[in-house]
């Protein structure tokens, strides 16, 4: 499989304080890749890095194949949507779109047409840019990004201050740009109930270091379902279930609660085992592990 994006323990300090420390990066062809972090924790200096915004203290980009005094070349290749455009009040969407093409040395002007009709603002006629609702304004922006026919799009936050329908549209979006024309995506959003949906890959980074790079599958799995049992004594309970399953996987948490991350089937059998062993159940709840949750955990131990 071919890589799109490669980086090797790529650094940048800012005086001294390392924003991005040793992020080694390997994005395939096709993957929508999602990359996770707080705010701070690194990912808009890693996308202005790939996008030659921002010069790394250390390190390697390779974009494409291409690295060092050829990676302008990797760039041309991958649309990127990283801070709002500055796009013009008093101009429409085709305007803008114009601006940027003559500005960026697009040479197809039907190229314009194109991507207003993907991102569903063909229609939009003299409607001025000022006139745009938050989602319009968005989707103008990924029209921009794909403006040169890109093979790949780095999206920091596109779904940033839209509400519930805006955002469904541009999850459909990505994800027909990805099965229809073949697009590698990465993306960031503090919304990770969206990134779920849409991504194959999970990237998480915190204090700009990688701590974790897993697949979609990887991901469901270790965000199964979960038994938490709320008991009256948590040693003793401890002690129990340890005993009897050897290979039961167990944490203590706040509140007298007990979280059981295997044995799902058999919470019933927990429940009896505990109470013949003098331990009192006050209540046992299944239930699923968010991104969310998963991601603190990784996080913040």
């Not at 008093?90 to 039907?110: C, D, H, M, P, S």
């Not at 940033?160 to 999850?171: F, K, P, V, Y």
């Not at 990237?203 to 038994?227: A, M, Y």
């Amino acid at each position: 499989m071919s890589k799109v994006i490669k980086t090797v323990n790529l650094d940048k300090t800012y005086k001294e304080v390392k924003a991005i420390d040793s992020v080694n990066l390997d994005i395939n062809s096709g993957d929508i890749c999602a990359l996770i972090g707080k705010n701070g924790a690194g990912k808009s200096t890693l996308f202005k890095m790939l996008s030659g915004q921002v010069l790394p203290t250390n390190g390697e980009i390779e974009l494409f194949g291409f690295s060092k005094n050829e990676l302008s070349k990797g760039r041309q290749r991958i649309g990127f949507m990283i801070e709002e455009p500055a796009f013009i009040d008093n101009f429409t969407a085709k305007q803008n779109l114009e601006y940027f093409r003559i500005q960026r040395g697009v040479v197809e002007k039907k190229r314009i047409d194109e991507v207003l009709d993907i991102v569903d603002l063909k229609n939009t006629g003299k409607k001025k840019f000022k006139q745009f609702s938050m989602g319009m304004k968005q989707r103008l922006g990924l029209a921009l990004a794909l403006l040169a026919s890109p093979d790949c799009l780095v999206l920091d936050e596109p779904t940033n201050g839209l509400d519930a329908e805006g955002i469904n549209e541009i999850r459909r979006l990505m994800l027909r740009l990805n099965e229809e024309e073949g697009l590698t995506i990465l993306i960031s959003s503090h919304i990770l109930s969206e990134l779920q949906l849409v991504s194959n890959r999970f990237i998480f980074i915190n204090k700009g270091k990688i701590v974790e790079d897993i697949s979609k599958k990887e991901l469901d799995e270790k965000c199964r379902k979960q038994i938490k049992i709320q008991v009256n004594n948590p040693s003793k309970a401890l002690q129990s279930l340890e005993e009897s399953f050897t290979d039961i996987i167990l944490t203590v948490l706040d509140g007298d609660w007990i979280r059981v991350e295997n044995h799902l089937e058999e919470s019933a059998s927990l429940n009896q085992l505990l109470m013949k062993n003098g331990v009192e159940v006050k209540e046992i709840a299944v239930e699923n592990v968010s991104l969310e949750d998963y991601f603190l955990k990784l996080v913040e131990g």
